[in-house]
């Protein structure tokens, strides 16, 4: 039930194009879902995140989709460019907790 | 603004030396406190977590301590290295709305 179960693996999208991640939770008390961008050799960086009372975030190229009833939310990639190329974590954790419950990562490359 | 720095960057050590890591956070007070391990190519474990000075909650049973001796400085210990505890290491601190914001991380190598 604390797990979060993320797909795919991997992607590869040509420039321009949309890049769709999902990730889908069991646990009905999280609420709050972050998506994290990590490039090779640093440190996963905080993207977009959502909470349950929304069905749809953006933040420039970047949206979150939240599906509350089949506990699922998605990260879209409009316009994908190269420097997109990195590896994507979903997250999900409830209020007091303390802890995160990441997916296991898409790799996205986006080809020029 | 918050900053969160880490050091190493970088370290090579052999199998059954010491290890300290450290973590410092600027700009926020009494933040929660983690630290993380990613594998090559793999997921983010959770290793550690702190919600206060002295208070640490050990997620995986392992060779690692990790201990909180001034607010916003979190230090990973090991008193002998394993060939297993080579990966990236995360430091990461909690913001007042759930949010985590990560360092730059360390990549340990144990030989």
């Known amino acids: 039930q604390q797990q979060v179960k993320q797909s795919p693996q991997s992607l590869i999208v040509q420039k321009g194009g949309i890049s769709i991640i999902n990730c889908a939770y069991e646990?009905?008390?999280?609420?709050?879902f972050p998506w994290y961008q990590q490039f090779p050799g640093k440190g996963p960086a905080l993207l977009i995140a959502i909470r349950p009372d929304v069905s749809e975030k953006k933040e420039g190229r970047f949206t979150i989709s939240f599906n509350k009833s089949a506990k699922q939310f998605s990260l879209h990639i409009m316009d994908s460019q190269p420097g997109d190329s990195a590896t994507y974590f979903c997250?999900?954790?409830?209020?007091?907790?303390?802890?995160?419950?990441f997916g296991t990562g898409t790799r996205l490359k986006v080809l020029a | 603004s918050q900053t969160i720095h880490q050091w190493p960057a970088t370290l090579v050590q052999p199998v059954g030396s010491p290890l300290s890591l450290e973590c410092t956070v600027e700009g926020t007070s009494n933040p929660n406190l983690y630290w993380y391990r990613q594998a090559a190519g793999r997921g983010l474990q959770l290793l550690f977590y702190?919600?206060?000075?002295?208070?640490i909650s050990s997620e995986v049973p392992q060779n690692l301590s990790a201990s909180r001796p001034q607010d916003r400085q979190f230090i990973l210990s090991s008193k002998k290295l394993l060939l297993s505890d080579s990966g990236f290491y995360l430091c990461?601190?909690?913001?007042?709305?759930?949010?985590?914001?990560f360092g730059p991380g360390t990549r340990l190598t144990v030989l």
């Open positions: 997250a999900a954790t409830a209020s007091g907790t303390y802890k995160y419950i």
């Open positions: 702190s919600v206060g000075i002295g208070q």
């Open positions: 646990n009905t008390a999280f609420d709050y």
């Open positions: 990461a601190w909690g913001g007042l709305f759930n949010e985590q914001f």
